[in-house]
C-alpha cells in the first residue's frame, strides 16, 4: 500500500474510482487527500461491510460487484486506482478498454499487479532442498497466459497470468502514456529482517502509472 502511495496523483477536487478496493483503505487515503468522491469496487461483500465501518465516509460510496461487469458514463473519472486485484481479472483488455472510456482526458490510472515472474509458473512458492532451506524460484510458461491456481492464507484463489508485453501494449493500444513502471525493491532498512534478502531474488510486484492522452 505504501509503495503504490509513492506514485498516486494529486486527489484535489478529483472524482475516483477504486478497483478492487478490499477494505477501502485507498478510498480513504483519497478522500483524507481531497478527492470530492470516490467509489470504491469490491466483489467481497464481507470486505465492504469491514470497509464502511473502518473506511466509511459521506463521500464514499462502495458497491459490491465484479470490476468487469461494472459500467459508468463515459468521462466520469479523473483517477481510477487498482491495488494488486487487477491479476484475478480474465480479461484484461476489456477492462482497460472501459477505463480509458470512463476517464476524463488526461484522467490517471495507477495499479499494482503481482509480478509476471511471480505469476507465471502458478503455485507461487519457493523450490526447497530436503532440509528445506530455499533453493531458487520457480520461473516456468511464461508465455502462456491464463488461469493459475495459487493458494493464499490458506484457500485456493484463482489468478490470471499474463505477459508484461501483454500489460504494457494493452495500455499502449488504448491511448494511455506511461508515467513509472516500477518493480518495488524491500527497503534497505528492512534487509534485516528473516526472509527479506529472498526477496531481492525474484520480483513480486509491478507497480504502473498511466495517462490518457
Not at 472524482?15 to 485507498?26: I, K
Not at 503481482?114 to 511464461?142: A, C, M
Not at 484463482?158 to 500489460?167: D, E, F, G, P, S
Amino acid at each position: 500500500m505504501v509503495r503504490i502511495r509513492k506514485i498516486l496523483p494529486d486527489f484535489q477536487n478529483k472524482y475516483v474510482l477504486d478497483l478492487g478496493c478490499g477494505y477501502g483503505w485507498h478510498c480513504k487515503y483519497a478522500v483524507e487527500n481531497g478527492a470530492s468522491e470516490v467509489v470504491g469496487i469490491d466483489l467481497s461483500d464481507k470486505m465492504l461491510q469491514i470497509a464502511q465501518e473502518k473506511n466509511g465516509d459521506g463521500k464514499i460510496s462502495y458497491q459490491c460487484i465484479a470490476m468487469e461487469d461494472v459500467t459508468f458514463p463515459a468521462a466520469t473519472f479523473d483517477v481510477v486506482i487498482s491495488s494488486l486485484a487487477v491479476h484475478y481479472v480474465k480479461n484484461f483488455e476489456s477492462l482497460v478498454t472501459n477505463i480509458a472510456k470512463w476517464l476524463k482526458p488526461k484522467g490517471e490510472f495507477v495499479f499494482s499487479v503481482e509480478h509476471r515472474i511471480f505469476t507465471s509458473q502458478g503455485t507461487q512458492d519457493w523450490y526447497y532442498d530436503e532440509k528445506g532451506e530455499i533453493l531458487h524460484f520457480p520461473v516456468d510458461n511464461y508465455y502462456y497466459e491464463g488461469k493459475r491456481e495459487a493458494t493464499f492464507l490458506g484457500e485456493k484463489v484463482t489468478k490470471y497470468h499474463r505477459t508484461l508485453t501483454t500489460y504494457l501494449n494493452t495500455l499502449l493500444q488504448n491511448g494511455f502514456e506511461f508515467q513509472h513502471i516500477i518493480e518495488p525493491q524491500p527497503p534497505e532498512e528492512m534487509m534485516d529482517l528473516v526472509g527479506m534478502k529472498d526477496e531481492m531474488r525474484r520480483p513480486m510486484m509491478l507497480l504502473i502509472s498511466v495517462k490518457k492522452k
